[in-house]
Structures are given as structure tokens and as C-alpha cells.
T-cell receptor
Framework: EPEVTQTPSHQVTQMGQEVILRCVPI?????FYWYRQILGQKVEFLVS????????KSEIFDDQFSVERPDGSNFTLKIRSTKLEDSAMYFC?????????FGPGTRLTVL | SQKIEQNSEALNIQEGKTATLTCNYT??????LQWYRQDPGRGPVFLLL?????KEKRKERLKVTFDTTLKQSLFHITASQPADSATYLC???????????FGAGTQVVVTP
């Protein structure tokens, strides 16, 4: 069964460093998403992406964040200058017939 | 944005019994309401979707109801098993490019 994959599973970085989180959505899906979940808190929407552009973004998704689909398979989330409060699980998702398929997540730890 | 409330306390239930979880929301009714399962350290897994014009949906041992007058959805796990132990998330599809707003989730613990 096709699935969304994410790499790395765990990323540790120093505050102020740039990180890129990678996702490979399911191949025939057209809409892609990033969500995050701070430990013990709700899953929060960050951004949706369709046809190579952002469809919608949340207040969390400020100028430090960007997304890109550099080729036909990868979908990336970049945080330019990480802050301590960016520490969270980041989930990529893609959608088909209103069902969202989530990846296993990347745990980002900012020290 | 919507406020979504789910039982914050864990639901402890004996194997074989039915677990019932509640999701209440404020403001306007969403186009779709979805339920997901989340295991510790893992991504949410889609379980069921119910549309605003549907009253009830079933999938195997799972049943979801949707009452737009009460602004409430109920999620039932019948004949519960220890493998059903997880956190169950209610999510509202806000009709905006598939953007989901999640509740905080209810943890279910099924004991043998």
C-alpha cells in the first residue's frame, strides 16, 4: 500500500540554524500539507500546497518557513533560522478523496 | 477559527465493551468531520469521514454520528480490544483546500 515517507525521522539542530525536512507524498496525490505537533499539544496546520504554490498558510507559517516541491516526488519544509519553540513533530500529508494520509513525522529538536 | 472540544480525560474501558468519544465544536458546521487514530510518536491515521448531510457512518467496529444541530460528533468503538488503545483525534475540514483543524484528542485505554 502506498504511503507518505519523511526524512529524517529525528533532526537535532542548534538555534539559528537552517533545517530542511523532506517528504515524499503518495505519487498520484495533488494536494500536500505540513502540520506540526508540539509535545503534548494538538496537531496544528501549517501550510497547504497545490500546483506548485501555497494554497493557504497559518499564522505559524511566518517568513522563517518555506515549502518547495523541487522535483516530481519530493516536498520540503525549510525553517531558515530555527528557534527553541520550533521543537516539535512535523508531519507531511497528502490528500485523496478528502482522506489525508500522514507521514510518520520528523521530530525536530532545537537546542 | 473553530473551537473543538474532546474529552480531555483518558477513557479506560474493559475489553469487549463499547467506547464512546465526544467531539463538540463551535461556530459553523464543517463540510466534513473526520476521525483519526494516533499512536505515540506516530502520525495520525485516517479512520472515518462523515459529511454534514450524513447522520451516521460505519466501518467495521467503528461508528460515527454527526449532529449539526448539537454541533457534535460521537465516535464509537464496539467490542473494543487492547489493540484499540490509542489517542483518537477529531478533525474538522474547514472547506479550505483540505485544511484540517484538530481537537486535542482523547486517549483510550482498553484493558483485557
Amino acid at each position: 500500500e502506498p504511503e507518505v515517507t519523511q526524512t529524517p525521522s529525528h533532526q537535532v539542530t542548534q538555534m539559528g540554524q537552517e533545517v530542511i525536512l523532506r517528504c515524499v507524498p503518495i505519487s498520484n496525490h495533488l494536494y500536500f500539507y505540513w502540520y506540526r505537533q508540539i509535545l503534548g499539544q494538538k496537531v496544528e496546520f501549517l501550510v497547504s500546497f497545490y500546483n506548485n504554490e501555497i494554497s493557504e498558510k497559518s499564522e505559524i507559517f511566518d517568513d522563517q518557513f518555506s515549502v518547495e516541491r523541487p522535483d516530481g516526488s519530493n516536498f520540503t519544509l525549510k525553517i531558515r533560522s530555527t528557534k527553541l519553540e520550533d521543537s516539535a513533530m512535523y508531519f507531511c500529508a497528502s490528500i485523496y478523496d478528502n482522506e489525508q494520509f500522514f507521514g510518520p513525522g520528523t521530530r525536530l529538536t532545537v537546542l | 477559527s473553530q473551537k473543538i472540544e474532546q474529552n480531555s480525560e483518558a477513557l479506560n474501558i474493559q475489553e469487549g465493551k463499547t467506547a464512546t468519544l465526544t467531539c463538540n465544536y463551535t461556530n459553523y458546521s464543517p463540510a466534513y468531520l473526520q476521525w483519526y487514530r494516533q499512536d505515540p510518536g506516530r502520525g495520525p491515521v485516517f479512520l472515518l469521514l462523515i459529511r454534514e448531510n450524513e447522520k451516521e457512518k460505519r466501518k467495521e467496529r467503528l461508528k460515527v454520528t454527526f449532529d449539526t444541530t448539537l454541533k457534535q460528533s460521537l465516535f464509537h468503538i464496539t467490542a473494543s480490544q487492547p489493540a484499540d488503545s490509542a489517542t483518537y483525534l477529531c478533525a474538522l475540514d474547514l472547506g479550505s483546500w483540505g485544511k484540517l483543524q484538530f481537537g486535542a484528542g482523547t486517549q483510550v485505554v482498553v484493558t483485557p
